[in-house]
């Protein structure tokens, strides 16, 4: 594998390094070895998968606080979509920044969220799957959101916005929310 530093501190894509033949390859998605030696998370407790319908469709920007702040590592198995992360860590000098990255299927590339960020995204194609490892378990309690479309994050979404859940659009602006 290999572990591209994204510019917000902590967060990587994570590029897959296969080796085939005319059968096809294999590559490794997860090492607990490698991850460590990357100084990252290695306990994954929740694996998900959403599905996405409708090209330019959104969905987040969504974070868990507290007790189940997590990290995340997100890849997309069908499709492709503009990945967005948003720092939101108390004390960072990076605090209401965003990067995008393009995950897709056929590239099978994935992003490493650290805790302490916001994560949503747009679908590039019509239909998008993606899969989530979470280091901890989902607590509605502790759930959150930022607005997709806050003029403070300024996100340039590749796509004009198709569809976006009521409780996506109701999210509060990025200076309506305390740090994690």
Known sequence: MIFKPLPLKGAFEVLLEPRGDERGFFSRFYCDEEFSQHGLNTNWTQMNISLTRGIGSLRGLHFQRGFAAEVKLVRCLRGRVYDVIVDLREGSSSFGQHVGVVLDAENRNSIYIPKGFAHGFQTLEDEAELQYLHSEPYSALQEGGV??????????????????????????????????
């Open 147 to 180: 607005n997709l479309m806050d003029k403070d994050l300024a996100i340039n979404w590749p796509l004009p916005p198709a569809q976006v859940s009521d409780r996506d659009k109701k999210q509060p602006a990025l200076m309506e929310i305390l740090p994690l």
